[in-house]
T-cell receptor
């Protein structure tokens, strides 16, 4: 069974500084995908970034980057130059596997971690 | 382009009452999902659908039923609501993909807050 662990219930960062949110995962699958979502106080789930298990380079999306260390089974989110609007709950999630080279399909079910509340101080 | 919408936004039920949550997407996505979010926990999958007319159980399906009669709609039903079903319910949708690089990103609706007394 897949499992996602976010060990930081809460994190604080000063505005304009960088912050790393930790995520470790457990799977026996060879192919999988890792996602980060942001949930502001308004409640919606906002997709931030994705990393495939076969991707050799770390994913980046603007101020977000994913520090993917496959051997350690970690997929930490790095937010650079934090802004007050970054204050939110952040979820790490993993998608079940499929076999890309065989042209298989994935139903895309996600397993979520418990989340980390990030607070950005001015 | 509305994306994923959910109806209603908030509902209060008494124990034993029934209700249906509606999810609609206008992105022509094949896959749709229902999750619940409880305090201190991440989202947990209730049911999902990989196409019109097909549904499957997720991690926490007990007490819920679903239907996908049209590609764009995914209904979540509570036949006899219980206080343990007090939660925030999220619907999500995604494309079917055959390559890992596509990501199969799920796009979420705004959520439905349900309180069962």
């Amino acid at each position: 069974a897949q499992k996602i662990t976010q060990t930081q219930p809460g994190m604080f960062v000063q505005e304009k500084e960088a912050v790393t949110l930790d995520c470790t995962y457990d799977t026996s699958d060879q192919s999988y995908g890792l996602f980060w979502y942001k949930q502001p106080s308004s409640g919606e789930m906002i997709f931030l970034i994705y990393q495939g298990s076969y991707d050799e380079q770390n994913a980046t999306e603007g101020r977000y980057s994913l520090n993917f260390q496959k051997a350690r089974k970690s997929a930490n989110l790095v937010i650079s130059a934090s802004q007050l609007g970054d204050s939110a709950m952040y979820f790490c999630a993993m998608r079940e596997s499929f076999t890309p080279h065989a042209g298989g399909t994935s139903y895309g079910k996600l397993t979520f971690g418990q989340g980390t509340i990030l607070t950005v101080h001015p | 382009n509305a994306g994923v919408t959910q109806t209603p936004k908030f509902r209060v039920l008494k124990t034993g009452q029934s209700m249906t949550l509606l999810c609609a997407q206008d992105m022509n996505h094949e896959y749709m999902y229902w999750y619940r979010q409880d305090p201190g926990m991440g989202l947990r999958l209730i049911h999902y659908s990989v196409g019109e007319g097909t549904t499957a159980k997720g991690e926490v399906p007990d007490g819920y039923n679903v239907s996908r009669l049209k590609k764009q709609n995914f209904l979540l039903g509570l036949e006899s609501a219980a206080p343990s079903q007090t939660s925030v319910y999220f619907c999500a949708s995604s494309y079917m993909a055959v390559t890992l690089s596509s990501g199969l990103t799920q796009y979420f609706g705004p959520g439905t807050r349900l309180l069962v007394l």
